[in-house]
């Protein structure tokens, strides 16, 4: 993305393309919104950078606890599948892994989401187009879709 890209290819391979993976398909969306993220650019500004808290912490004293530069961590690593909890706390959901949570959200997705139908001028738009390339083939029957 950083070269300049314009399209990002393999999303859910496996094997050289030849296995597609659904759990993996969502695993590199996470990590493909993160490139992006980055890719838009990083915000550094007055907040972002927490120079006044930083000094007034002052040197060799903890300003990584603080709910600014959790807050900052929060936004720049924002992610729905990478677990960043502290062990404990990742310990006591369960220890979810990372894959496992990919493939539970494939499974989610394949048995929740509903696609939209096409608007009528666009459907009969489409039909219009096959109509006419199996008149130009030759096709007199159709499999019933």
């Known amino acids: 993305m950083l070269a300049g890209v314009s399209s990002i290819y393999g999303a859910g391979m ?4 030849i296995t597609m993976d659904l759990g993996q398909l969502v695993a590199d969306n996470e990590i493909v919104e ?8 990083v915000p550094v500004n007055d907040v972002t950078m927490a120079v006044e808290e930083i000094v007034a912490i002052g040197p060799g004293n903890g300003y990584l606890s603080t709910k600014s530069t959790l807050k900052g ?5 924002d992610t729905k599948f990478i677990d960043r909890q502290v ?14 949570s ?5 499974k989610r997705i394949l048995a929740e ?13 489409v039909r219009s187009i096959v ?15």
Do not use: I
Not at 14 to 17: D, K, R, S, T, V
Not at 34 to 41: E, H, I
Not at 131 to 140: F, K, L, N, Q, S
């Open 102 to 106: 990919c493939k539970d959200e494939a």
């Open 131 to 145: 109509d006419r390339v199996d008149r130009e083939a030759g096709v007199t029957e159709r499999v019933p879709s």
């Open 87 to 100: 062990r404990e706390a990742w310990e006591a959901c369960g220890s979810p892994g990372f894959y496992q």
């Open 73 to 77: 961590f929060h936004t720049l690593t």
């Open 14 to 17: 496996l094997e050289m393309g």
């Open 113 to 125: 989401h509903q696609v939209p139908p096409l608007p009528d001028d666009v459907a009969a738009e």
């Open 34 to 41: 993160m490139c992006k993220y980055v890719y838009g650019g």
